[in-house]
């Protein structure tokens, strides 16, 4: 697929999986390194997450997983929100994390339930001030 293409359906699908304020959140990467957020976005949601064959919740699943199997956290919060709002309940993540204590280990899950908490109150935060 031409660049431009996979540009564009890269921010198509980052759009249903984030809200405006999360994607304008890691736009600074765009000042940071031109080259480096076209690569996210055309490879990583453009080629990756926007592929036929799994849905955006069944993707987020697997993200979610490697990201806590390999202790990467940093990027969680992230991919929780958009896990979130592609229709991954709060009760589905939760299960995901304890399944990952069997495999990835206790503290690895210990410390994505405690991200998913906060995750969780940000968002029940910014639903009682609407």
Same mark, same amino acid.
């Given at each position: 697929?031409?660049?431009?293409?996979?540009?564009?359906?890269?921010?198509?699908?980052?759009?249903?999986?984030?809200?405006?304020?999360?994607?304008? =959140? $890691?736009? /600074?990467?765009?000042?940071?390194?031109?080259?480096?957020? !076209?690569?996210?976005?055309?490879?990583?949601?453009? !080629?990756? /997450?926007?592929?036929?064959?799994?849905? %955006?919740?069944?993707?987020?699943?697997?993200? $979610?997983?490697?990201?806590?199997?390999?202790? %990467?956290? !940093?990027?969680?919060?992230?991919?929780?929100?958009?896990?979130?709002?592609?229709?991954?309940?709060?009760?589905? $993540?939760?299960?995901?994390?304890?399944?990952?204590?069997? /495999?990835? =280990?206790?503290?690895?899950?210990?410390?994505?339930?405690?991200?998913?908490?906060?995750?969780?109150?940000?968002? !029940?935060?910014?639903? %009682?001030?609407?």
């Amino acid at each position: 697929m031409e660049n431009s293409k996979r540009y564009n359906k890269g921010i198509e699908t980052i759009k249903k999986m984030v809200s405006d304020e999360e994607f304008e =959140g $890691i736009s /600074y990467m765009r000042e940071v390194s031109p080259d480096f957020w !076209d690569m996210i976005i055309s490879f990583g949601y453009g !080629d990756v /997450y926007g592929r036929e064959g799994l849905s %955006l919740d069944k993707r987020e699943i697997i993200t $979610i997983t490697s990201l806590i199997s390999q202790g %990467l956290f !940093d990027q969680l919060p992230f991919h929780i929100s958009a896990a979130l709002k592609t229709g991954i309940t709060q009760n589905e $993540i939760k299960e995901i994390i304890m399944q990952c204590a069997a /495999y990835a =280990g206790f503290p690895k899950a210990v410390q994505a339930m405690t991200i998913a908490g906060e995750v969780f109150k940000n968002i !029940d935060a910014k639903e %009682l001030t609407k």
